[in-house]
């Protein structure tokens, strides 16, 4: 057998993949940056912003020119305005002042405001480029308070709202003021703690609550004058009548029951006599009490 020699390949020499240099000429060097010049960027940069920031911060076109004041009925808008403008003078960073609107902190007169008035919500918008926009929501009144003389419009969070002055009472105020049931603390001890918040028992307000609702439904039949917390000891709140009785209820006791008691005496006992009474307790269960007892119609 004849064995055939392997044939090697031969390969071809590429030159294009190899990098020649011309020995006579010389490579071109990339200029060098100038340290002058970077150093006059880091600087012009450097005072653009700081040009930027005393534009922002320092000159007079950001500055707080205008407050708007919504949803107050019964402080004037002056009040609100006041509390802003006392941070006006205050200064962040020495330099930096409280009536740029940019740096005006939101937060912190919110709770300002909430601080000295008992309102349900308070925002505050930054409207460019000089104006802040103050939005109140006022809590409703529920009830009148009254107290050695003074009397306040309450929230029902038990919040003293506004002081009621009778002796400058328009129509108006009076007519308002009548569409709340009044309760009188006329116990030794004050309710009217330091943040102008009624610290008294709940039960107490709840059932004087419940007692005017239940006592309304009945229409003319009761010309209700106002409720009395006489002493908390005794867990007692009264009904005044105009022209008419005290009656006394007890708040642990059921009160349907004893509203049932009243208009029977009321309706059965007393009849046209019932104004005449001084008073009438239902206090005591089944038993009624009442004076004087010799007015009894027949």
């Known amino acids: 057998m004849v064995r055939r020699r392997n044939k090697r390949k031969k390969i071809k020499k590429d030159y294009q993949d190899k990098k020649l240099s011309n020995p006579f000429f010389r490579k071109k060097k990339k200029p060098e940056k100038s340290k002058k010049g970077i150093r006059l960027k880091v600087i012009m940069s450097i005072v653009f912003l700081i040009a930027i920031i005393y534009t922002l911060f320092c000159l007079p076109l950001l500055n707080i020119k205008t407050i708007k004041v919504e949803g107050l009925s019964r402080l004037p808008e002056e ?70 003389d003074n009397f306040f419009y309450s929230s029902k ?14 129509e108006e105020d009076i007519n308002k003021r009548l569409k ?29 609550t419940n007692l005017n609702r239940e006592v309304e439904n009945y229409g ?11 002493d908390v000891y005794f867990k007692t709140a009264i009904l005044k009548i105009i022209d008419g009785p005290e009656i006394k209820f007890d708040v642990k006791s059921d009160l349907s029951k004893q509203l049932d008691q009243l208009i029977l005496v009321k309706r059965e006992k007393m009849k046209d006599n019932f104004n005449n009474l001084e008073y009438i307790d239902l206090r005591y269960g089944n038993k009624i009490y009442f004076y004087p007892e010799n007015i009894i119609n027949n």
């Not at 006041?82 to 937060?107: A, G, H, M, R, T």
């Not at 309760?183 to 610290?199: G, V």
């Not at 009761?222 to 917390?229: E, G, R």
């Open 79 to 148: 009040e609100i305005i006041s509390i802003i403008k006392e941070d006006f003078d205050d200064k962040k960073l020495f330099v930096l002042s409280q009536k740029n609107i940019l740096l005006f902190n939101k937060d912190k007169h919110i709770d300002k405001i909430l601080n000295k008035h008992n309102f349900a919500k308070v925002k505050i918008n930054k409207k460019l480029f000089n104006t802040l926009e103050v939005v109140i929501s006022e809590k409703p009144y529920a009830f009148v308070y009254g107290e050695n």
């Open 180 to 208: 709340y049931f009044t309760i009188i603390n006329q116990s030794e001890d004050t309710f009217i703690k330091n943040n102008d918040k009624l610290d008294v028992e709940e039960e107490y307000i709840r059932f004087i």
């Open 157 to 170: 969070d038990y919040f003293l709202i506004n002081e009621i002055n009778f002796e400058t009472e328009s």
């Open 220 to 230: 003319d039949e009761f010309d209700i004058s106002h409720y009395i917390i006489p």
